[in-house]
């Protein structure tokens, strides 16, 4: 895969937050390499109305500047990293932007949310440590949708294998980091398969708080995963809408992951709200036969 960088300039590095809890988002990047097929940031596309989204990276080369120049004309709060793209993604081992950026943050006492699925975080552990050494200056959070790394290369073609996320949680925890682990976005039939054995797992790299995000549909990512769905989980797909878009599913899942977690004595918070039942009501009967058809043809063969 060819990946489009372009280096550009920003005239704003904080923007207010819409975010529960934060002040400010910053985002180094627009665009984001790990492609993932469910991203809700794909709306940023409107930059590059051309390229299709993962196949580009824009740098704002300047935001450390940027940064430095209207921070000490701001009250300090909290900046959360990563709401339209992952600070960490690969291109960040190059620029080093995010890293530079925590650096100010941290010079200016500001606090800091970072989201990301990438074990280059772990760089900054230098950086991280003194955020975190002031009281809530700092909370980290490793996204991980499923165990499998065949699943995870279904759903996110470009971001970093499932056992290098479990090495770098390892390492934040043994640095007294305390990562949390988001199970997001939780994709019903897949995410739930060796959901103990993720678990298990989580424990052993010393998490003790997960949470879990219901998929989001509203964000133009159905198409995507409905293609990925008819590709690679055609058994799945043909009773998806039936079995597992619907609230009761949620209802028993939420059950069955809060009883696991009390037994790994793992904190466990489910968020997101079910849109699934709009999808359905718009559903049209060619989509139905479609499904059935592909379930016809894939028996055949
Ligand atoms: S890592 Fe986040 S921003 Fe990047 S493609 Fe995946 S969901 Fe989108």
Known sequence: MIIDFKEIKCSKALTPSKIYGFDYTINPYIGCTHKCSYCYARFMNRFEPYKSWGNYVNIKKNIVQILGNEISKLKPGRVIFSSVTDAYQPIESKYKITRQCLEILNKYNFSVGLLTKSPLITRDIDILHKLNSRKGGLSIGMSIMCLSEEDKNNFEEGSPSIESR????????????????????????????????????????????????????????????????????????????????????????????????????????????????????NKKITDYLWLFFKSIINFFI
């Open 166 to 281: 479990f090495g770098a949680l390892k390492r934040l925890n043994n640095e007294g980091l305390e990562p949390f682990v988001f199970i997001a976005p939780f994709i019903p039939g897949v995410s739930e398969k060796n959901i103990e054995l993720l678990l298990k797992r989580l424990k052993e790299c010393g998490v003790k708080s997960i949470m879990i995000e219901r998929l989001n549909l509203r964000s133009g990512n159905w198409k995507d995963i409905r293609i990925i769905l008819e590709d690679k989980y055609l058994n799945l797909v043909s009773n998806y809408y039936k079995d597992y878009l619907c609230s009761d599913y949620y209802r028993n899942l939420k059950q069955d992951i809060r009883q696991l977690c009390d037994m790994y004595g793992i904190k466990t918070h489910i968020v997101g709200s079910n849109k699934f039942k709009e999808k359905i009501k």
